[in-house]
């Protein structure tokens, strides 16, 4: 069955970075885009950007060209999202999900705080 | 690329049905037939139940459907059950230049 697991909870400081993982099992890593998605505390879905595995091409939401970086390793079927300086505002649960999105990651919460 | 525009909150007795809307413009909703619907309960995932305007995954019941006319795509709960109490979420691809993706600002579907 289609599995995406993510890396464990975290807390950073303002200004830091923040990298999550997502590790695809029962499919083809390759043929599905992974996209990569937030919800802040209490509000919506946010699209952050999208990776290919099979061509390593990514592209990103206006809001965050500059601040995130989503690369990918075929050899261990994993995609890792990483976010750089870091505040209050990017506290939420971040989620992977798997291409039209259909299969989504069970989330990571991040959590920014001095 | 601003958020589609839903209603925050919709209602329905059980056995009715209850209409969402989701409001986009001719670049992502009006633009191509990829609009997806999400339902989320409290603490979960996103779960997939409309893609492509008005197609279902396998295993959401026909109770979901989904419709779009011009920049307006919308889902309707038939059948209005307990379990379908949920945040619901549209989403769309946006072309143009890149490959992008917008979701919906949200509805909270309450069963009376």
């Known amino acids: 069955q289609v599995q995406l697991v993510q890396s464990g909870a975290e807390v950073r400081k303002p200004g830091a970075s923040v990298r999550v993982s997502c590790k695809a099992s029962g499919y083809t890593f390759t043929e599905y885009y992974i996209h990569w998605v937030r919800q802040a505390p209490g509000q919506g879905l946010e699209w952050m950007g999208v990776?290919?595995?099979?061509?390593?091409?990514?592209s990103y939401a206006q809001k965050f060209q500059g601040s995130v970086t989503m690369t990918g390793d075929t050899s261990t079927s994993t995609v890792y999202m990483e976010l750089r300086s870091l505040t209050s505002e990017d506290t939420a649960v971040y989620y992977c999900?798997?291409?039209?999105?259909?299969?989504w990651g069970q989330g990571t919460l991040v959590t920014v705080s001095s | 690329q601003s958020a589609l525009t839903q209603p925050p909150s919709a209602s329905g007795s059980p056995g009715q049905s209850v209409t969402i809307s989701c409001t986009g413009t001719?670049?992502?909703?009006?633009?191509?037939?990829?609009v997806s619907w999400y339902q989320q309960h409290p603490g979960k995932a996103p779960k997939l139940m409309i893609y492509e305007v008005s197609k279902r995954p396998s295993g959401v019941p026909d109770r979901f459907s989904g419709s779009k006319s011009g920049n307006t795509a919308s889902l309707t709960v038939s059948g209005l059950q307990a379990e379908d109490e949920a945040d619901y979420y549209c989403?769309?691809?946006?072309?143009?230049?890149?490959?992008?993706?917008?979701f919906g600002t949200g509805t909270k579907v309450t069963v009376l």
């Open positions: 001719s670049s992502d909703i009006g633009g191509y037939n990829y």
């Open positions: 990776f290919s595995p099979s061509g390593g091409t990514t």
């Open positions: 999900a798997r291409g039209k999105p259909d299969y």
């Open positions: 989403s769309s691809y946006v072309g143009a230049n890149n490959f992008l993706y917008v």
